[in-house]
Structure formats: C-alpha cells, structure tokens
C-alpha cells in the first residue's frame, strides 16, 4: 500500500469498513511509516475538534414557545379525553 | 451482512427511543425540553442548508417541533426517533425552502468534487521519483500547546462552512452531532458508500484546513 492510497482509506479504516484483509494491509503499512501514522493520528485530531465545536441552540424565545405548546398539546388532549 | 447490522442497529435504538415516546406521551416536560435542548441547534444548522435567512431557519425548527408532537400517537419506530424528527425538518426546510425560492434538494446537489484527492496530490512522490506515491515529506508534527486555543475551533468552523454542500450536511450530522453513519444515510436517502465518501472528503479538507493554520503559526514561532 502506498501513502497516497493510505490517506484514501482512514475514514474507512475509522469505520470499520474495510474487509479483512486491507484492513491487515492498512495496519502494517502504518507501522512501518511515520508519516501516515501521524496523518492517522491528525485526522483522528481533526474529528475530535470537529465533536468540540459549541453547540449551537435556538433563541429563549422559541425555546419558551415550544415548551408552552407542549403544554398546551397535552392539556388539549386530556381536553379530548374528558 | 450490511441488513443484519442494519436490523440490530434498529433493534438497539428502538427500546430506548420507545421509553422516550412514552414519556412525551405522557406529558414529560423535562423529556421534551431535553430533546429540545439536544437536537435543535444542530436542527438549526440542517435547517439553514435550505432556507436563506437565519430566522426562517429558527421557524423552520419551531415548525417541525410543533408536527412532531401532532405526529408522535402515529410514530411507529420504523427509524430511530431522531432520523424521524431529522426527516420532517428536511420536508420542512425543503417546503420553505421552494417558497422562499432557494431549495437545495439534497440528492439533486452537483456531485461537488466527490472524486478530488485527500490530500494535494503534489505532496506525493511521482512516478519518476525513488517511492512513487509516498509522501515527499511528512505531514509536519502540530503544535499540542495550539490545538487547545479558541483560534483553532475557529479555524475548523470555518473550514467547516466552507465545505460543499453535501459534505458540510454529512460531516455536522457526523462530527459535531455524533449521528451514526446509517442515521445519517438513512435520513439523507444515500447510500452507505455515498455517506461514506462525502464524510471523507469533508474531514480531509478540514484536517488540511488545520494543517495550513497549525504548520504555518509554528513556523511563525520559530521566526519570532
């Protein structure tokens, strides 16, 4: 396997998608080269950045007025029920 | 073999996604406001995909919370809650989105460069050189001390939304959401290798984004 192949198949490899045997392929090729082995270790750097982005979350206001209209769902259907 | 994890998946998410209907059904606020709390930023992301302005996007969310609660009695768990509720916001991203003239069907979207390399082919040895296809050098160690700065998440947002369309849907949905890759297929309507592809091509173009800013600082560094 070759580096330029070899950073073709990390999400791959991440995923648990190879078949056996380029999976073997892959793991020996990154023991012996330092290179691929340290693009390995940023990629899996880059997607834990990529999970530590803030979170972003809508305003108070639609917040509020999906709580009330949750309320009011469940009120409307006891109202049904009665 | 992909239908029997396929049906396990389902299997697994479905037991606790019921224990959650059951409590909407139930009228559990604290449940409905930490759903609420969990999925709407990211559905707010999903949302300005396809509509054009930050507030449209905000109603988009509201407007998809409001027919999840109408539609829950039906809610039969034939996905996991979280790619049904993902579902009727796309429908409604989509609806707003051919009204207000700026609709970005997802599968329809040019196959923006799913076929471009990694990385730029240039850092490869050629066929003349001693190890075709092996690096010409090795990717340059990053900094530990810089990846832990503010600048740095600043950079992957933004190599983030620089991403193409469908590469930027995948990779939220993936990295910053932590869906799984059958969620993410299922609910986007690819194929796994599809799925697969535009993950890859995402997270390569922000890793290079990283490496650009990371390599670059350093060099800086050492000027100073």
């Known amino acids: 396997m070759r580096c330029q192949e070899f950073v073709e198949l990390v999400t791959s490899y991440l995923e648990g998608d190879l078949p056996e045997g380029d999976r073997a392929e892959f793991e020996r090729h990154m023991e012996l080269c330092p290179g691929c082995e340290r693009y390995l270790d940023q990629f899996r750097t880059t997607m834990t950045l990529l999970g530590s982005l803030p979170a972003e979350s809508i305003s108070v206001s639609a917040r509020t007025h999906l709580l009330e209209a949750f309320a009011g769902w469940r009120a409307g259907e006891d109202d049904g029920r009665a | ?224």
Do not use: C
Not at chain 2, 53 to 76: D, I, K, M, N, Y
Not at chain 2, 147 to 176: G, I, N, Y
């Open chain 2, 1 to 224: 073999m992909t239908l029997v994890l396929t049906e396990r998946y389902v299997a697994t998410v479905s037991a606790g996604d019921r224990d959650l209907v059951e409590a909407l059904l139930a009228g559990d606020e604290t449940a409905f406001a930490s759903l609420v709390d969990g999925w709407s930023g990211s559905m707010l992301r999903l949302a300005r995909s396809h509509v054009p302005s930050e507030s449209v996007a905000e109603e988009v969310v509201q407007e998809t919370w409001l027919a999840v609660l109408r539609g829950l009695p039906s809610f039969r768990a034939e996905s996991s809650l979280r790619t049904w509720v993902y579902q009727i916001l796309l429908n409604q991203a989509k609806t707003r989105g051919v009204r207000e003239r700026r609709t970005v069907p997802f599968a329809s979207l040019v196959s923006d460069d799913e076929d471009s390399p990694s990385v730029d082919p240039t850092r490869f040895q050629g066929p003349g050189d001693p190890h075709p296809g092996g690096w010409r050098a090795f990717p340059e160690e990053w900094p530990e001390h810089s990846l832990l700065s503010r600048e740095v998440l600043d950079v992957v947002r933004r190599a983030v939304a620089a991403l193409p369309e469908r590469q930027r849907v995948v990779v939220s949905l993936r990295d910053l959401d932590g869906q799984s890759a059958e969620e993410v297929a299922t609910l986007l309507d690819i194929s796994p290798g599809n799925q697969r592809v535009l993950l890859h091509r995402g997270r390569s173009t922000v890793r290079a984004h990283l490496e650009r800013y990371l390599t670059d600082s350093s060099e800086l560094e050492v000027a100073r």
